[in-house]
């Protein structure tokens, strides 16, 4: 089986453009916040002079750090959704496959690709751990797809970290060259 699979140019918590680590307290240019218990729509990288960094939550970088809805982590009790967005445009939706890992402060309710449920969770208690595998090879769209991560604050601070690990798609018309069809 030949493939031709290209990057699809999506990015980890806590980075910029090329995928460095952002400075403590600088906005997350790829996630932005809907809820309705703090203002704004920013996502904050946490600092690790404050607490809960770097200990107990799970320590930053150096592929991705925590981002929160204020930049001291603390927010008021309830849901807060995490949204990014990519492009599949020149890229076959149909062979997408997105793997990555998720960490939360508290509970992950679930990842929704386009408004559709992944069926992913975290435990109340995960930040202290370890990152949370997930996998995704159907619902994408052409174009533009909304990726978002739920989670739910008990209380005190609250957060998210998102570790994509393999983002891929092959090309729409793709045309194998004439020495690979020998093959």
């Known amino acids: 089986i030949l493939s031709w699979a290209d990057s699809i140019n999506i990015f980890n918590t806590g980075v910029s453009s090329t995928n460095t680590l952002l400075a403590a307290g600088a906005v997350d240019p790829h996630y932005s916040i809907t809820t309705n218990l703090v203002s704004g729509t920013f996502a904050y990288v ?9 200990s ?18 603390n927010g008021p009790i309830g849901n807060y959704t995490y949204t990014t967005t990519f492009d599949l445009t020149g890229l076959n939706a149909a062979t997408a496959i997105l793997l990555g890992g998720w960490n939360t402060d508290n509970n992950g309710v679930n990842i929704f690709l386009n408004g559709n449920p992944l069926g ?3 435990t109340f208690t995960q930040f202290a751990c370890c990152f949370v595998p997930f996998s995704v090879s159907s619902g994408f769209l052409p174009g533009i797809n909304t990726l978002q991560f739920v989670v739910n604050n008990g209380g005190g601070p609250t957060g998210l970290r998102v570790e994509i690990t393999s983002a891929t798609a092959d090309p729409l018309n793709q045309v194998p060259e004439p020495a690979t069809l020998l093959l």
């Open 56 to 73: 107990p939550w799970q320590p930053q970088g150096p592929n991705s750090q925590w981002i929160a809805p204020t930049t001291d982590t």
């Open 120 to 122: 992913s969770t975290t």
């Open 46 to 54: 946490a600092s690790n002079s404050v607490y809960p960094l770097p």
